[in-house]
């Protein structure tokens, strides 16, 4: 099983962007997917995640701006983000739990003024 993100780049302060991560390999669904960020020099923390029913959580950095949703048909994670600011400058890793934890590889995303 493995995670495939994409998505990442670089934008100006208030604009969008939408990052994506497929699951693949298992027959299962994903108990819940998420997104965790890791900015230099800080710990990795958790951004937003869904879960196999829909419920979602967010960071209270992000409430408002970003979006998490799914598609379980095809094991699809988004995180559609607005009005970045340049503290979301980090690098963006999909997760999925099953009865294991998977990470993707990251995608970095970078708000310049």
């Known amino acids: 099983v493995q995670l495939v993100e994409s998505g990442g780049g670089l934008v100006q302060a208030g604009g969008s962007l939408r990052l994506s991560c497929a699951a693949s390999?298992?027959?299962?669904?994903?108990?819940?997917m998420g997104w965790y960020r890791q900015a230099p020099g800080k710990q990795r923390e958790l951004v937003a995640l869904?879960?196999?029913?829909?419920?979602?959580h967010y960071a209270d950095s992000v409430k408002g701006r970003f979006t998490i949703s799914r598609d379980n048909a095809k094991n699809t994670v988004y995180l559609q983000m607005n009005s970045l600011k340049l503290e979301d400058t980090a690098v963006y890793y999909c997760?999925?739990?099953?009865?294991?934890?998977?990470w993707g590889q990251g995608t970095r995303v970078t708000v310049s003024s």
């Open positions: 869904i879960t196999s029913i829909g419920t979602t």
């Open positions: 390999g298992s027959i299962n669904s994903p108990k819940a």
């Open positions: 997760n999925a739990v099953y009865e294991y934890t998977l």
